[in-house]
């Protein structure tokens, strides 16, 4: 009997990456967005998984509204707890990448380290994507008065006026959201996932 | 200038839960398998997982193998890092509720005050499920030698030897495994699941 349970409770494998990935005919993957606050990521996120999940994608954005109150919610605002931040962010994101998803995160994780843990999580479904408007444009548009209130000296630290941002290097795409407007820079992204994520349908095509 | 693209970057709604459950024909949530080391909670989640794949359904398991090195690499076995292991537990697998997924949890989580934090971070989609094994029979299987450890003190706080395990007092199912083989608890699970988060399909029925 204690034999036969112990044989019995043996783990098998799991429902692998590629299993889940082959029935959802794309890729899983992390794309990552990064940008001064005001330069559109959330807008992009939303309009980018919209899109997405129209065309057959399986996709879910993480942003400020749902980690906020749950996972991130204790944390506050210094650097060490918006490094620690990130860093969930990152391990989330690689969660639902390997569960097959596309996952959109808008955060504006202004530091390359904090970048390069997340990249480290997702490994090789890391997409980089750069959300640039200069300041003076984010500034202009401050949708939540943040900017103005950074100004006053009401919040220290605030990336691009008190707190540095650290451009990517290399990211795998750049949306100029200063220069184009959403539906250019959602097209954009689309086209990014497209040829980066999409399998390759056999019917139809030579 | 300014003005439009404050209007531009206007966030729109997300792809809401609805729609997600609509889509997969099937409501997410959260399975929640709580019990002693030894219990068989691993196996469960991960055969469960499978079936439900191969029925079609979104399903992820969320448990150490996937946790332990990323998003709680952080933490240590200290009372609070153990309730705040099972808290980020509880808000990922709430995530993937929220995605659209049938989240499967398998964590000892022995505590009733952490568990129903677990409980309030997936609201109405959090399913207990208690995976009842005496602890004669666990520490009979022993499948990683961690009751012969604990009981010769090398593990301190174990769960069931040094360390209470508080019973779910209102579980919505329970899998007793000590009786009952793999089969018969998967079995249970999966009937489990039809009831209460497949959608009913209209076609060929009446």
């Known amino acids: 009997m204690t034999t036969k349970a112990t ?3 043996e783990v098998h494998s799991r429902v692998d990456r590629k299993t889940r990935e082959e029935r959802n005919r794309h890729k899983g993957g992390v794309l990552w967005l990064t940008g001064l606050s005001g330069a559109g990521k959330s807008t992009l996120a939303v309009e980018v998984e919209r899109a ?3 065309q057959g994608y399986h996709v879910y954005v993480l942003d400020g509204d749902n980690l906020r109150h749950g996972l991130n919610s204790n944390l506050g605002f ?3 707890d918006r490094t620690e931040n990130i860093r969930r962010v990152g391990e989330v994101a690689a969660l639902f990448a390997e569960a097959g998803f596309v996952c959109i995160s808008a955060f504006i994780s202004p530091y390359r380290a904090d970048r390069e843990g997340a990249r480290k999580a997702a490994g090789d479904s890391f997409h980089e994507i750069h959300v640039k408007a200069d300041l003076a444009t984010c500034e202009s548009r401050d949708p939540k008065g943040l900017y103005e209130r950074a100004r006053r000296g009401e919040i220290p630290d605030f990336t691009g006026i008190s ?3 650290e ?4 990211p795998k795409l750049v949306v100029d959201t200063a220069s184009q407007d959403v ?3 959602v097209a954009l992204v689309l086209d990014y996932v497209a040829r ?3 399998f390759a349908e056999t ?3 030579t």
């Open 167 to 170: 451009e990517p290097e290399n």
């Open 52 to 54: 997405l999940f129209a």
């Open 203 to 205: 019917t139809g095509k």
């Open 78 to 80: 210094s650097h060490e």
């Open 196 to 198: 980066n994520l999409a």
């Open 7 to 9: 044989n019995i409770f």
């Open 163 to 165: 707190a540095p941002y």
């Open 183 to 185: 539906t250019q820079s």
